[in-house]
């Protein structure tokens, strides 16, 4: 079966992603979001929960009573703490400071595609799709660990999802049948000092001196010490100290992350940076400390199996020179704690198109996509269903615990 037997609305994608773009909200805290994607589901009666799985979560089920197989697709809906610069844009964010910057609401507005697109044809599907709108993929605690621990993926046989980026030209397939994401974890590093007038340094302890060091530190280790054929990315992206031109800093304060291929690789890493700050501390006099935002993200892989399957669906709806190969990026994603559970495939969508000013990075205050894509989106996660109703050859489904 093909996908254009599936009803698939642009314009109703478009009002839908501007609508989330111009009321972005952050973590968990997702009112509007999910009263949005309620009110679409409700629209043609498909069956969802919500808060089942955490606060603000929606799981949809199409075909409920079908329990032979099933596909899941997810799509995380949260926003980012940045202030939009897309001031010609009739869609820009009207929440202050809070903007949707790495796509998530494209993400939602094509999960909800793809929930009216199946539904509108689920006499002819043989298996059940469990559609997952997940909040939190930006902060921690991670949506979808929380989600999984609440069991969300016991009655999944494997979970697909996409990501767009402005990297890709519009309507561009990638993935890979290996590791798509690096792990990451953020840290905080605190080095303390004493004031002094700044005509007298001796008198006092400067931590601002303490900080540069430690900053210089981390460029030597990522530089010497790692092997060139790792992937090892340790980025301070704040750095705080002091208060006044006449006194120096009794306190410095580092934040950033780190972002490794492998896991050993991480524990070393957290291990090796701890161990410059300690040894810095003890030379400039300061006190110290290092702290993490918890257990480092997993980094997240294909299953081959699932890998095969997919790009014979994308194939379909976009040809074989728009599927190309996705390479791994030291970018994470919480996506990984479903692949811990169950067979997953992560994809990228091409939405880059400098004539619509879509070509900045994610993450950044002038992101933009080209929506024409959304639509591609949609029939790609519709075709892989319609092509894997059945189950998919090769792949191996751990068997339910307990």
Not at 22 to 43: H, I, Q, S
Not at 50 to 74: D, K, L, S
Not at 214 to 239: K, N
Not at 267 to 292: D, P, Y
């Amino acid at each position: 079966m093909d996908y254009t037997m599936a009803p698939i609305n642009q314009e109703e994608l478009v009002r839908i992603r501007r609508q989330l773009h111009m009321y972005p909200e952050l973590k968990w805290d997702l009112p509007l979001t999910a009263a949005l994607v309620k009110e679409e589901l409700e629209k043609v009666g498909i069956d969802f929960v919500a808060g089942q799985y955490g606060a603000n979560t929606i799981v949809a089920t199409i075909n409920p009573e079908i329990t032979c197989f099933t596909i899941g697709i997810r799509a995380d809906m949260d926003a980012l703490p940045i202030l939009e610069s897309n001031h010609d844009r009739p869609y820009r964010s009207r929440h202050e400071g809070v903007m949707h910057a790495c796509g998530h609401d494209a993400h939602a507005a094509m999960l909800i595609g793809v929930a009216k697109a199946l539904y509108a044809i689920r006499d002819k599907l043989t298996c059940r799709v469990k559609l997952l709108f997940q909040p939190c993929e930006e902060g921690r605690p991670s949506g979808a660990r929380t989600m999984c621990e609440h069991g969300v993926m016991e009655d999944i046989d494997c979970i697909i999802t996409c990501h767009v980026n402005c990297v890709d030209d519009v309507h561009v397939i990638s993935s890979n049948p290996a590791t798509t994401n690096c792990s990451s974890v953020a840290f905080k590093v605190e080095l303390g000092g004493y004031s002094a007038h700044v005509a007298t340094p001796h008198a006092g302890v400067d931590a601002l001196a303490a900080g540069v060091k430690v900053y210089s530190g981390i460029q030597q280790i990522i530089s010497r010490e790692v092997d060139p054929f790792d992937t090892c990315v340790m980025s301070v992206a704040t750095m705080r100290a002091g208060g006044t031109v006449s006194t120096n800093a009794d306190q410095c304060v580092l934040e950033g992350s780190l972002r490794c291929l492998k896991d050993k690789t991480m524990n070393w890493a957290r291990e090796r940076l701890t161990k410059l700050v300690r040894l810095t501390a003890e030379e400039c006099g300061v006190t110290w400390n290092v702290s993490w935002s918890g257990e480092p993200l997993p980094s997240a892989h294909n299953d081959p199996a699932l890998y095969e399957a997919f790009i014979v669906s994308a194939r379909k709806v976009v040809g074989r020179d728009k599927v190309i190969i996705l390479p791994t990026s030291p970018g994470a994603d919480d996506f990984a704690y479903y692949q811990k559970e169950k067979p997953g495939l992560l994809f990228g969508l091409g939405m880059r198109n400098e004539e619509k000013g879509a070509c900045h990075p994610a993450h950044t205050k002038d992101w933009d996509i080209d929506e024409d894509a959304l639509q591609t989106g949609v029939a790609v996660f519709v075709q892989f269903v319609l092509d894997n109703m059945g189950g998919i050859e090769g792949m191996v489904v751990p068997k339910k615990k307990g």
